[in-house]
């Protein structure tokens, strides 16, 4: 997000430069003179009486998975009053803005009604002169700052001594109200693309449920098989160094959008400057994100590139199965059930070869798959329309971000 006059548009800080320009009539302050800092907890889940039947609203990474928008009316788990008051969680007033300073880091929410939160979040109440949308819309576009920050080999934390540096760029009340205006506009553009993509999955799994039903039934007209049985993990390692393999795109975990296997711009192994190993991979492979499952990160590229050690390109059995149909089988309610009822090992959830091969499930006939495979399609010129607009949106979001906190828009 870096812009002219070498001004980076990063709205929350812990250190500032000589000299940074700032807009004029603008000022940074540390965040708490115009917040009141506050952190959330747990109640015990030892103790019955804390959860049983329970009532108050209590925001924890689950509520925040996904999240579309800037307020959070409900939560999914509920604490008792007897809970919170016999913990160091305490009710926080509407309007309060929950920063995730943990696993999900610089996720943030606006509190749309008085509630508690967990541990994994530090809660800022505004005051006066700080609007809350003014500074959700700064926390949001301070990636830079949090990526600096985080600490941990496995969990990437923001620490408290971190969080208590906290600055923010602060104009007056009219320029926040008008900026937080604009954004949630622009942003609300950019909902709406996904919401089309969203509805593109919808209907794609609407179809998959249609053909085959569901994969968890058992089906005594279609063979029983493992993933193993017809699928081939044959993708060669190679250098990325190479001359041939060079420019080639590399698509890691990250490049791979969850739940609708979406690819997102990648660079080349040039541009990244890759020196380790790679999967080779062309459009006879699809590719599923070993890393947290249950994020769904399926894809079907159509062209050749490589990708990182944490992905496994994924081949059928020719005239046994389809790419398509492997697809739709991996990003489905089913193998997700399959991947969550796996032991976890370690902090950071993966999916082994042993795992992925062992997933059993009734195969349809291949004639069956082609049909879907046909469907899916008859839909891409579709989708690729609707992906091109939400590029295009999310383009003006990033854009008009950065003329806000340059004091531009």
């Not at 160091?88 to 880091?105: D, E, Q």
């Not at 009604?113 to 576009?141: H, I």
């Not at 959008?257 to 400057?273: F, I, Q, S, V």
């Not at 499930?361 to 329309?385: A, K």
Request: contains cysteine; neutral net charge.
């Amino acid at each position: 997000m870096s812009t002219t006059n070498g001004y980076y548009a990063s709205p929350i800080k812990t250190r500032l430069s000589d000299n940074e320009p700032i807009p004029k009539g603008w000022r940074w302050v540390d965040l708490q003179e115009v917040a009141r800092l506050e952190s959330g907890h747990t109640p015990s889940r030892k103790i019955p009486e804390y959860w049983a039947g329970g009532d108050v609203p209590w925001l924890s990474l689950k509520d925040i998975r996904g999240m579309k928008y800037r307020y959070v009316e409900d939560t999914i788990d509920k604490p008792t009053m007897l809970g919170i008051d016999n913990s160091s969680a305490r009710m926080l007033p509407k309007g309060t803005v929950a920063f995730c300073r943990t696993a999900s880091v610089g996720n943030v929410a606006i509190l749309g009604r008085d509630m508690a939160t967990s541990q994994d979040f530090v809660d800022w109440v505004c005051g006066p002169n700080l609007l809350p949308e003014y500074l959700y819309e700064a926390f949001k576009a301070s990636g830079p700052t949090f990526a600096s920050e985080m600490q941990g080999s496995t969990h990437q934390t923001i620490y408290m001594p971190s969080v208590k540096r906290f600055k923010v760029l602060l104009p007056p009340l009219s320029e926040q109200k008008r900026i937080a205006d604009i954004l949630d506009k622009a942003d609300a553009i950019r909902r709406k693309r996904q919401e089309e993509l969203d509805a593109l999955s919808a209907l794609r799994s609407s179809v998959f449920l249609r053909l085959f039903g569901d994969p968890r039934i058992q089906r005594t007209d279609w063979h029983q098989v493992n993933l193993g049985d017809v699928t081939i993990l044959d993708a060669p390692m190679v250098d990325p160094r190479e001359d041939e393999y060079i420019d080639l795109v590399h698509l890691g975990p990250d490049r791979i959008e969850k739940n609708t296997g979406r690819l997102l711009p990648a660079l080349t192994a040039r541009d990244e400057g890759l020196i380790s190993g790679k999967f080779l991979f062309d459009d006879r492979y699809l590719l599923y994100s070993k890393i947290r499952p249950y994020l769904r990160k399926v894809a079907l590229p159509h062209f050749k590139g490589l990708c990182s050690a944490d992905v496994y390109p994924i081949r059928p059995v020719e005239k046994v199965t389809t790419r398509e149909y492997l697809f739709a089988l991996l990003i489905s309610e089913a193998f997700l059930s399959y991947t969550t009822s796996l032991p976890s090992r370690a902090s950071i959830p993966k999916l082994n070869r042993k795992e992925l091969a062992a997933y059993t499930f009734c195969l349809p006939p291949i004639e069956l798959q082609q049909q879907y495979t046909e469907t899916l399609r008859s839909h891409e010129h579709t989708t690729q329309t609707f992906c091109k607009a939400s590029d295009e949106s999310e383009h003006l979001f990033n854009a008009l971000v950065q003329l806000a906190f340059k004091g531009e828009l």
